[in-house]
T-cell receptor, first 116, second 112 residues
Framework: GAVVSQHPSWVICKSGTSVKIECRSLDFQATTMFWYRQFPKQSLMLMATSNEGSKATYEQGVEKDKFLINHASLTLSTLTVTSAHPEDSSFYIC????????????FGQGTRLTVV | GENVEQHPSTLSVQEGDSAVIKCTYSDSASNYFPWYKQELGKRPQLIIDIRSNVGEKKDQRIAVTLNKTAKHFSLHITETQPEDSAVYFCAASTGTASKLTFGTGTRLQVTL
């Protein structure tokens, strides 16, 4: 199989605090992971590409200093939302592929972030 | 970059009828086109995909067609059932390790 697990599934935090979301590939190694954001009733929008051992590549309009990505191992990428504000409230989902160059994406279960 | 448009945004069909959802893409380099079903608060589920060297693919009640010349692809669901009710997303990729551009989504409602 190909299982991607995200943690936590949901989190509530106060404005101004930081939140870390983990994305793990449980039964395969992933040199590349992707982070998406989905607002209610909207589509998934790619935020950034997380590359193991190197800097993440951010999509246009995504603030790299606000959304910190670390991909320190072949099975773990983390997304930290820094100084969160209510407008950052969203559903964050990661994905990974099993082999380099593969097109099939395996998604984590998503993290519902609510900033109050 | 790639741009994927999807229509309709909502679709209501009676149980047993067929449903068709259409997508167009802009990047002629795209070569992988998956379709996902997403239930509220859940991860997207791959239901079928097609690669650019194939024109049509079928899996039981679900089929996808691809017209590379026109840059559009469609999802066909036959004999719809209430459990088919969900949001469906098309996506396109140039094959770079599953970096996907998603369509805007179609909310399918199958009524009894």
């Amino acid at each position: 199989g190909a299982v991607v697990s995200q943690h936590p599934s949901w989190v509530i935090c106060k404005s101004g605090t930081s939140v870390k979301i983990e994305c793990r590939s449980l039964d395969f190694q992933a040199t590349t992971m992707f982070w998406y954001r989905q607002f209610p009733k909207q589509s998934l929008m790619l935020m950034a590409t997380s590359n193991e051992g190197s800097k993440a590549t951010y999509e246009q309009g995504v603030e790299k200093d606000k959304f910190l990505i670390n991909h320190a191992s072949l099975t773990l990428s983390t997304l930290t939302v820094t100084s969160a504000h209510p407008e950052d409230s969203s559903f964050y989902i990661c994905s990974a592929s099993k082999v380099r160059g593969s097109t099939e994406a395996f998604f984590g279960q998503g993290t519902r972030l609510t900033v109050v | 970059g790639e741009n994927v448009e999807q229509h309709p945004s909502t679709l209501s069909v009676q149980e047993g009828d067929s449903a068709v959802i259409k997508c167009t893409y802009s990047d002629s380099a795209s070569n992988y086109f998956p379709w996902y079903k997403q239930e509220l608060g859940k991860r997207p589920q791959l239901i079928i995909d097609i690669r650019s060297n194939v024109g049509e693919k079928k899996d039981q009640r679900i089929a996808v067609t691809l017209n590379k010349t026109a840059k559009h692809f469609s999802l066909h669901i036959t004999e719809t059932q209430p459990e088919d009710s969900a949001v469906y997303f098309c996506a396109a990729s140039t094959g770079t390790a599953s970096k996907l551009t998603f369509g805007t989504g179609t909310r399918l409602q199958v009524t009894l």
